[in-house]
């Protein structure tokens, strides 16, 4: 099983992910989980990673707090989308399993200096602070990474947050730069792949119908941020974002992109947080991350059904 960090900010989206990841044991082992603020703010996301791994039955996860804000700008958060707790929707109990007591950064640092070289992937579903905060206080990690997989940015879905931006890369645009200039092998899951990943209401019932907890949970997030997302853009249903990530390290051949040259606009206030990514070849700007365009829905959803059931 691969093993990986996931960085992240719940978000129904990034629950979803998280629980594609501790449903698929033989393909994903999860040495951590650690909360960035991002959807809302740290307190709420690492409550909300607890109260995911309790609801897949996994309180032995160990879930750690990470940076409260993105390293240069006012933190920007998405209320709008997950609702007051991040985590609207289902009803579920508070978390009892603990918080570890490191910070994020130190456990991710600590974790990839430990396992063996190329053994650890990170993957980010939300702002990427911690992950560049590891990068600048380490750098020795980076070599020492299997790569990176993450959900954010867009080029031809263009923005969600702004006309040029997606919500990850905007709320900190700085640590993006950092983690995109890093080296790193980069894959990215940007809007234009999300919004082909969409939870229809048959797909939404699929859930539903599978008659166990998690299902039931996961059809009332689902259920939530689609009065958000199906008013807005009016397509067949919401983009399940963050799955994607976790879908990849299982079936990579359901996804398919291109290896392009990505870089970040850190700069113009009308553009911050743009992925500017080279996806025809424009530049000879060397490729940095594999932008993933498509994604076969079909696939996708049935493979996310069919490990929720063993939950
Ligand atoms: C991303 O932003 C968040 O609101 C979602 O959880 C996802 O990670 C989509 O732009
Ligand atoms: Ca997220």
Redesign the pocket.
């Known amino acids: 099983a691969r093993k990986i960090i996931i960085d992240t ?1 719940p ?1 129904q ?2 629950a979803v992910a998280i629980l594609l990841a501790l449903a698929s044991p033989e393909e994903i082992e999860v040495l951590g989980i650690t909360a960035v603020a ?2 809302v703010p740290l307190a709420l996301t690492a409550r909300n990673a607890r109260i995911v791994c309790e609801l897949a039955g996994r309180p032995d996860i160990k879930v750690y707090a990470g940076c409260d804000r993105p390293l240069g700008r006012k933190l920007v958060t ?1 209320e709008h ?2 609702g007051k707790t991040g985590l609207n929707g289902p009803v579920l109990p508070d978390p009892v399993m603990p918080l570890q007591d490191a910070h994020a950064v130190d456990f991710i640092i600590d974790t990839v200096r430990a396992q063996d070289s190329g053994a650890v992937t990170l993957c980010p ?2 702002p990427l602070t911690n992950i560049a905060m590891a990068f600048e206080k380490a750098p020795d990690i980076i070599d020492r990474l299997a790569g990176i997989v993450l ?1 954010g940015g867009a080029y031809f879905q263009v923005g ?1 947050i702004t006309p040029a931006a ?3 890369i905007y709320v900190d645009p700085q640590a993006a730069d950092i983690v995109f200039r890093s080296g790193t092998d980069i894959t990215v899951m940007p ?1 234009d792949v999300t919004h082909k990943a969409l939870v229809t209401a048959p797909r939404n019932d699929a859930f539903r119908a599978l008659g166990n907890r998690v299902g039931a949970a996961v059809a009332d997030m689902t259920d939530f941020f689609e009065r958000f997302d199906k008013e807005k853009y009016g397509s067949a249903g919401a983009p399940l ?2 799955p994607c990530v976790t879908a990849y390290l299982i079936r990579p051949e359901l996804f398919s992109g291109r290896r392009i040259n990505v870089e970040i606009e850190t700069r113009s206030e009308l553009t911050m947080g743009m992925t500017v990514a080279d996806w025809w070849r424009v530049t000879d700007r060397p490729a940095n991350a594999l932008f993933i365009g498509d994604v076969d829905a079909d696939g996708f959803f049935d493979l996310l059904t069919e490990r929720l059931a063993r939950l």
Do not use: K, Y
Request: hydrophobic residues 30%; negative net charge.
């Open positions: 900010d978000g989206d990034d991002g959807n998405a989308v997950h579903l939300g959900m969600n997606e919500f990850n809007l974002h963050d």
